[in-house]
């Protein structure tokens, strides 16, 4: 009965991903202090913040929103040292697949 072993890892893996967009939706808009959604629109996050630039319009990669999170720009703070590393992998992740580039 293979295929119950497959099934069985692949709920998991799904689990996962779920726990991730969900840790990632979560610091974008609770976690982060400031929270990303106050400044930043994201349609998949709710967030229509003016502030910093429209996620949604400018389309992060993962790559770009981990850089800008660990060391800020312009008036956006770092978040290296206050947000977790699995923090902003997630949030990253979240980012990106919520604008398309991931």
């Not at 003016?50 to 312009?74: H, W």
Request: proline share 7%.
């Amino acid at each position: 009965m293979p295929v119950r072993p497959l099934a069985m890892t692949l709920c998991l893996a799904v689990s996962g991903i779920a726990a991730g967009e969900e840790l990632g939706r979560e610091v974008f808009t609770k976690i982060a202090q400031p929270p990303c959604a106050l400044c930043h629109t994201l349609q998949a996050a709710g967030a229509t913040g003016t502030v910093g630039p429209s996620l949604d319009e400018i389309r992060p990669d993962r790559q770009r929103v981990i850089t800008t999170v660990r060391e800020g720009i312009g008036v956006m703070p770092s978040f290296e040292g206050k947000l977790s590393d699995e923090q902003i992998d997630a949030v990253a992740e979240f980012v990106a697949k919520a604008a398309g580039t991931h």
